[in-house]
């Protein structure tokens, strides 16, 4: 009965069956077409689209050059085609520590004649922007990488914990308390601080030894020459812009504590400004007032991230995602995760992901992780879904929870130019 119902709708990956049936496909992205039969068999047919009326939290895994960050990036195009009243009450921002996302700014001329096949058109993308670390923007720029501006991190505005997590110091050892000492001083005069005020203040505590202050010295030298903490800092409501794609590219960035402390602070402050538009926009039509405050609803995209929120241990960025994973729905911000191994990412995470994009997939700790999202499927069912999954490049299986489905996929090609190609000689 539910088949038959379903049948007479478009597949919309993430849609539920009162909202198929309200809106059939509006508001959603065209990200692929539904495959039937198996190996040399299989064919492709009807457009599979993937709802974007609501926040979502998504996994797209697979094995190396499987074409996970490939379909991202239509995930992202599909955004950027939305009509302007879906698209500029939305933003995405993207966490890229590969570098492959600028490319979309330019044509897929790669691939021009597998998209005529798909009656599709090489485009790159208007709506993106690429941020870089502010101390390496030279570097990027001699790269030939088109960069639109520079994002930098304000330690006031971090917490104690997350710079102790970062810099993998334990709270209560001599290094922990010293550092929280100076952090506790320079925060509490409200004023604009860096690591090289940090540093100041560190020198002028008598209290620690000359071994744990030298130590922490050199540890924060090292993070200020990466260039990414100044007194400016960031602003997230200048960072993420209604309607655009925010690639933020630390590709030439080899600090993790520093990368972990941006994105658990750029997470942190779109979760809570995001909180707060939303308190508004329900006051604002309560009242039939226009809202004082806006901030829209916003899309995360972790490239490579089992580096942000890990299973075997703690980072900066672990809680302020764990958050958005748990508690993202109601606010509006959805979460797009991508990894090769699902079982190196943190099972919060997994618990609260609701739709899967995955290609094949080898170790059985991995698909092990996979029934761990979809308890509804058997182990079984899933391995032997993706065990019969088309050799071509681009071909998924779907795990839907809202609709407790499962289907195989071929993403469509992509119109945007993709710079995370395999490497080849020749
Ligand atoms: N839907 C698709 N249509 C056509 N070609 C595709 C598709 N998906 C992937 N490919 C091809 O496969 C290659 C590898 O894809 P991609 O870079 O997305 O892999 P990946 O899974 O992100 O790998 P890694 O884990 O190494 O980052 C692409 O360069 C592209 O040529
Ligand atoms: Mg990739």
Not at 10 to 35: A, Q
Not at 191 to 209: G, H, R, S
Not at 324 to 337: D, N, S
Not at 354 to 373: K, P, Q
Request: aromatic share 8%; with cysteine.
């Amino acid at each position: 009965m539910f088949e038959d119902v379903v049948k007479s709708y478009p597949t919309v990956v993430g849609r539920e069956r009162k909202d198929l049936e309200k809106f059939g496909n509006l508001c959603s992205g065209y990200i692929g077409k539904h495959i039937v039969g198996k190996g040399e068999e299989a064919h492709l047919t009807t457009k599979v689209f993937l709802d974007f009326m609501k926040v979502h939290v998504i996994l797209v895994c697979g094995k190396r050059g499987s074409g996970k960050s490939y379909s991202a990036s239509v995930i992202l195009e599909e955004f950027s085609f939305l009509p302007d009243e879906f698209r500029k009450k939305m933003s995405f921002v993207v966490i890229d520590p590969v570098g492959i996302y600028w490319s979309m700014k330019f044509p897929n001329k790669q691939q021009e004649s597998l998209l005529r096949e798909w009656n599709l058109e090489p485009k790159g993308l208007e709506n993106l922007k690429v941020l870089v670390p502010s101390g390496q923007i030279d570097e990027y720029k001699k790269a030939g990488i088109p960069v639109d501006g520079t994002i930098s991190l304000n330690l006031k505005d971090l917490t104690i914990e997350e710079i102790l997590l970062a810099f993998g110091i334990k709270r209560l050892s001599e290094e922990g308390v010293a550092l929280e000492k100076s952090f506790s001083k320079l925060q509490t005069r409200g004023l604009d601080f860096d690591l090289l005020d940090m540093i100041e203040e560190l020198k002028k505590d008598e209290n620690v030894k000359k071994e744990v202050k030298q130590g922490l010295i050199s540890l924060l030298e090292t993070a200020n020459s990466w260039g990414l903490v100044s007194k400016k800092g960031l602003k997230v409501e200048d960072i993420v812009e209604p309607g655009k794609i925010t690639v933020i590219d630390f590709s030439r960035m080899r600090s993790e504590e520093l990368r972990n402390l941006l994105v658990a602070l750029l997470t942190r402050e779109i979760y809570r400004l995001r909180v707060l538009s939303r308190k508004e926009e329900e006051r604002a039509k309560i009242s039939g007032e226009k809202p004082k405050f806006s901030f829209p609803i916003t899309w995360m995209l972790f490239e490579e991230a089992h580096n942000f929120i890990p299973s075997e241990k703690e980072v900066a960025s672990s809680l302020p995602i764990k958050i958005l994973a748990r508690q993202g729905r109601e606010p509006g911000v959805g979460v797009i995760v991508i990894t090769q191994m699902p079982s190196r990412l943190h099972q919060d995470i997994l618990s609260q992901t609701d739709i899967v994009i995955s290609f094949r997939l080898t170790s059985r700790d991995d698909l092990t992780a996979l029934h761990a999202v979809m308890q509804t499927y058997m182990e079984e069912e899933i391995e032997s879904y993706i065990n019969s999954l088309p050799r071509f490049p681009g071909a998924a299986i779907i795990l839907d929870d809202n609709l407790e489905k499962v289907f195989t996929v071929a993403i469509r090609p992509r119109i945007s130019w993709h710079a995370g190609g395999t490497a080849q000689l020749v």
